[in-house]
């Protein structure tokens, strides 16, 4: 059920049913391509909810999406708007906590974009430390691991496909057009994928604003224009599907011991020696 759309007492007999998970989806507000809209990553990760709010109901409280994201490398195309690294994980832990804080100890944060991962993966690991299993579904690439003919890039097939299977009139396929990389340093380093550039055969990161080298915004093996939404609704059923029985296997999986920070090795079982608390679990 959609916090949004519920009343308080239907969230108070939830937990007091025993109910205890969240999902949470996380997305951005950024260039897919001309394209694409700025809010592709919001509008996949939110279809994937409804259509899991469709079969899980009462099983699950579903907050707010969180519809900015960090994406500071694409900055410079107009409409894009990042909150950064630690305002998202800041942001994410404030939510999980109060979620915690009213007896919530499954999470599922679907996620919509690549450079939320690290973030997201701190409040994660943070929750799981407190006792509670929290899980990062994120979901493009699922996609291109459910069916490798799903997967792709940035405003690529896979994510134009996925917006059309949200509303076919969210792209604007008149405006298809080359990736249109830009070897913006020069002649010697091309440019070849995200911030890397191609050097006698192996990719070396230049980590820098992306519109330099975007010429057009979107960018992967999978050309825009293949996208259609069968694909789309089909991709977006299988991982929703997937993600349905994610959260039933959440639900049937024993919550983690609550352990310190420094001696979560011995907590979980390794075999360190008593000294383990002092010398630090993760070497
Ligand atoms: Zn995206």
């Known amino acids: 059920m959609y916090l949004e759309k519920t009343t308080w007492p239907h969230v108070a007999a939830y937990l007091e049913k025993g109910g205890d998970f969240a999902v949470l989806a996380v997305g951005s507000l950024e260039e897919h391509g001309r394209h694409n809209p700025l809010g592709t990553d919001n509008i996949a990760p939110n279809l994937l909810l409804d259509l899991m709010d469709e079969r899980l109901y009462d099983q699950i409280l579903i907050a707010p999406t969180v519809s900015y994201g960090n994406c500071d490398d694409l900055v410079g195309f107009p409409g894009t708007l990042t909150i950064g690294y630690d305002l998202l994980r800041d942001l994410v832990a404030r939510i999980t906590d109060q979620l915690f804080d009213y007896g919530v100890r499954r999470f599922l944060i679907v996620n919509g ?114 996208a259609d939404p069968e694909w789309g609704t089909q991709m977006m059923q299988g991982v929703a599907g997937c993600l349905v029985d994610l959260v039933g296997a959440m639900q049937r999986a024993p919550l983690p011991k609550p352990m310190p920070v420094r001696t979560y090795r011995a907590w979980a079982g390794h075999a360190m020696g008593s000294d383990a608390g002092e010398k630090g679990g993760e070497a």
């Open 113 to 226: 974009h690549g450079p939320n991962i690290k973030p997201l993966s701190e409040v994660c690991e943070s929750l799981n430390r407190r006792g509670a299993l929290a899980g990062l579904a994120n979901w493009w690439l699922m996609a291109g691991e459910l069916n490798p003919a799903w997967g792709g890039g940035h405003g690529g097939a896979e994510e134009t496909a996925a917006v059309m299977a949200a509303d076919p009139s969210l792209v604007d396929t008149s405006a298809y057009g080359p990736m249109d990389l830009v070897n913006d340093i020069s002649d010697e380093l091309p440019t070849d994928g995200w911030s890397n550039v191609l050097f006698e055969g192996a990719h070396v990161g230049f980590p820098r604003d992306a519109v330099r080298f975007f010429g057009n915004g979107w960018i992967g093996p999978d050309d825009p224009t293949k």
